[in-house]
């Protein structure tokens, strides 16, 4: 095995041990910091919003690539990053508490605690709408914050893993459709829609790969084809295909009208099952693990033979 197959096995583990750092996680110091750059650079202008992408992610880029060119370094130093990068356990943590929260009957406290998973508004939801939007997030976020960080691990070691991470953060910052950020967020959102294109196509085979396994061969076709198909009514081209996979492999239906900032948008309808219900949280959080785990297994396996056959 090599130095960057062992670091994103050690990364993926210290983040199912230890979760997020719970002080100075990196993530945050470089929203600080995307922040400062933004009062600086900030105009209403594609051109302005195209250097902010690269004036706040080239300096951390270019720190990964210099300590992984360090003497003995390069397995701590992926291993570092990929445990910094993954959100596994903190999404699987969150995703659990609203469940409890559900289940006791605490509907206030659900919709408080969900905001930390989802970006809509969730002041009018009921219980079964505060399921499926944890059901959806956490098929988005597997796909965003592990199947990502494993998959520009592999091909990239922990500059494209750093790479990634930043940029979706300045997508999740600026990358939403408001007024101010319409044109200063473009490069941002467009970036991350290309970097997250392949870690979504091989959330949605890892996904096919759990149903198959569950269930047979004709439950991977379903989500191979079902996601094919459905994952399109989304606008989000990379969300679509994963929820949509998440649905059928769930036999649930996820999609439909979502509330952001006062503004109702349609994402389609996403799976053809029954809707979704509390109790499909804790069955949404096996299947996020689980596809972490194949895609875990993918990436290690394909960074070892890389690695064989670059030595040879």
Same mark, same amino acid.
């Given at each position: 095995?090599?130095?960057?197959?062992?670091?994103?096995? /050690?990364?993926? @583990?210290?983040?199912?041990?230890?979760?997020?750092?719970?002080?100075?996680?990196?993530?945050? #110091?470089?929203?600080?910091?995307?922040?400062?750059?933004?009062?600086?650079?900030? *105009?209403?202008?594609? !051109?302005?919003? !195209?250097?902010?992408?690269?004036?706040?992610?080239?300096?951390?880029?270019?720190?990964?690539?210099?300590?992984?060119?360090?003497?003995?370094?390069? !397995?701590?130093?992926?291993? *570092?990053?990929?445990?910094?990068?993954?959100? #596994?356990? %903190?999404? $699987?943590?969150?995703?659990? +508490?609203?469940? $409890?929260?559900?289940?006791?009957?605490?509907?206030?406290?659900?919709?408080?605690?969900?905001?930390?998973?989802?970006?809509?508004? !969730?002041?009018?939801?009921?219980?079964?709408?505060? =399921?499926?939007?944890?059901?959806?997030? /956490?098929?988005?976020?597997? %796909?965003?914050?592990?199947?990502?960080?494993?998959?520009?691990?592999?091909? &990239?070691? =922990?500059?494209?893993?750093?790479?990634?991470?930043?940029?979706?953060?300045?997508?999740?910052?600026?990358?939403?459709?408001?007024?101010?950020?319409?044109?200063?967020?473009?490069?941002? +959102?467009?970036?991350?829609?290309?970097?997250?294109?392949?870690?979504?196509?091989?959330?949605?085979?890892?996904?096919? +790969?759990?149903?198959?396994?569950?269930?047979?061969?004709? *439950?991977?076709?379903?989500?191979?084809?079902?996601?094919?198909?459905?994952? *399109?009514?989304?606008? %989000?081209?990379? &969300? @679509?295909?994963?929820?949509?996979?998440?649905?059928?492999? /769930?036999?649930?239906? /996820?999609?439909?009208?979502?509330?952001?900032?006062?503004?109702?948008?349609?994402?389609?309808?996403?799976?053809?099952?029954?809707?979704?219900?509390?109790?499909?949280?804790?069955?949404?959080?096996?299947?996020?693990?689980?596809? #972490?785990?194949?895609?875990?297994?993918?990436?290690?396996?394909?960074? &070892?033979?890389?690695?064989?056959?670059?030595?040879?």
């Amino acid at each position: 095995m090599n130095e960057r197959a062992l670091g994103l096995l /050690l990364g993926y @583990g210290a983040d199912r041990l230890l979760g997020d750092p719970q002080r100075g996680h990196p993530v945050a #110091g470089f929203g600080t910091w995307a922040l400062a750059c933004e009062r600086q650079l900030y *105009a209403p202008s594609r !051109t302005r919003g !195209t250097c902010f992408v690269v004036v706040t992610t080239a300096p951390w880029v270019g720190l990964a690539v210099l300590a992984t060119h360090l003497p003995a370094s390069r !397995t701590l130093v992926t291993a *570092a990053v990929t445990w910094a990068a993954l959100g #596994g356990r %903190s999404l $699987e943590r969150e995703a659990l +508490a609203v469940h $409890e929260l559900l289940f006791e009957g605490d509907l206030e406290g659900a919709r408080r605690r969900i905001r930390s998973l989802v970006g809509r508004d !969730t002041s009018a939801l009921e219980a079964d709408a505060l =399921a499926r939007a944890v059901v959806e997030s /956490l098929a988005e976020n597997q %796909s965003d914050a592990v199947a990502a960080t494993l998959v520009w691990g592999a091909l &990239a070691g =922990a500059p494209g893993i750093v790479l990634h991470r930043c940029v979706n953060t300045l997508d999740a910052m600026v990358g939403h459709r408001s007024e101010r950020y319409a044109d200063f967020g473009w490069a941002a +959102a467009r970036l991350d829609d290309v970097l997250n294109w392949l870690p979504a196509r091989v959330s949605l085979l890892a996904t096919a +790969a759990v149903a198959g396994a569950t269930d047979g061969t004709s *439950a991977a076709r379903r989500v191979l084809t079902g996601a094919s198909r459905d994952g *399109a009514r989304h606008p %989000s081209p990379n &969300a @679509g295909p994963v929820e949509a996979a998440a649905a059928y492999a /769930l036999g649930v239906q /996820l999609g439909g009208l979502t509330t952001y900032g006062g503004q109702v948008e349609d994402r389609g309808q996403l799976g053809d099952g029954r809707p979704v219900s509390v109790g499909d949280i804790r069955h949404a959080v096996t299947l996020t693990r689980q596809v #972490g785990l194949v895609v875990l297994g993918a990436a290690v396996t394909a960074t &070892a033979m890389g690695g064989r056959l670059r030595r040879r």
